[in-house]
């Protein structure tokens, strides 16, 4: 398996701009996150989805984020409009049902100057 | 204060040697999860526990539910375990993590 994978691996972008990023979840997982880490505040979770649903979005820090699971194999997480203060890397993760581990993509490092 | 501390944020330690790294959480927990971070970005999972030990090669992670603590050992390191090692607690039933911090290893050869 390819694992999680995500792209892109690096955007920079300018303040005012939307900003996209993807993820594919490992086939078969039935559950997606996504983490934000900065060196303030490390990791935090954003939103996740079980079965493609939103279960949790409490992280989300305001209306500016949204993110969608439109179908099993892919996943958005949208900013809009960026700004200074969201430059983080962005991990998306995935998990199978019951006692497993999850799996983390390679990030994406956002840099909005 | 931090539902989830780790300790020590930094440690440099010499080849060879034997290395631990705690976690202490104050909330209820379903697991606790170990996970590392190479330079590179990248983040593993070395463990998930919820009681007990698990061993996996070199590593050995250990879980004191009563307590709310949590190690994870070591041994024989060697420059490649070289990385920030972060400890994670799931409140629900699946992913809902929280993180310490993490603990920055260098072994040096």
């Known amino acids: 398996d390819a694992g999680v994978i995500q792209s892109p691996r690096h955007e920079v972008t300018e303040m005012g701009q939307e900003v996209t990023l993807r993820c594919k979840p490992i086939?078969?997982?039935?559950?997606l996150f996504w983490y934000r880490q900065t060196m303030m505040r490390g990791l935090e979770l954003l939103i996740y989805?079980?079965?493609?649903?939103?279960?949790?979005d409490s992280g989300m820090p305001e209306d500016r984020f949204s993110a969608k699971m439109p179908n099993a194999s892919f996943s958005t997480l949208k900013i809009q409009p960026s700004e200074p203060r969201d430059s983080a890397v962005y991990f998306c993760?995935?998990?199978?049902?019951?006692?497993?581990?999850?799996?983390f993509g390679n990030g994406t490092r956002l840099t909005v100057t | 204060k931090n539902e989830v501390e780790q300790s020590p944020q930094n440690l440099t330690a010499q080849e060879g040697e034997f290395i631990t790294i705690n976690c202490s959480y104050s909330?209820?927990?379903?697991?606790l999860h170990w996970l590392q971070q190479h330079p590179g970005g990248g983040i593993v999972s070395l463990f998930m526990?919820?009681?007990g030990k698990k061993k996996h090669g070199r590593l050995i992670a250990t879980i004191n539910i009563q307590e709310k603590h949590s190690s994870l050992h070591i041994t024989a390191s060697h420059p490649r375990d070289s990385a920030v090692y972060i400890c994670?607690?799931?409140?629900?039933?699946?992913?809902?993590?929280?993180f310490g911090k993490g603990t920055k290893l260098s072994v040096k050869p």
């Open positions: 526990l919820s009681s």
């Open positions: 909330v209820g927990i379903s697991a």
């Open positions: 993760a995935s998990k199978d049902s019951g006692n497993s581990p999850l799996h």
């Open positions: 086939s078969g997982h039935d559950y």
């Open positions: 989805f079980n079965n493609n649903v939103p279960i949790d």
């Open positions: 994670a607690v799931a409140r629900g039933s699946q992913g809902n993590l929280i």
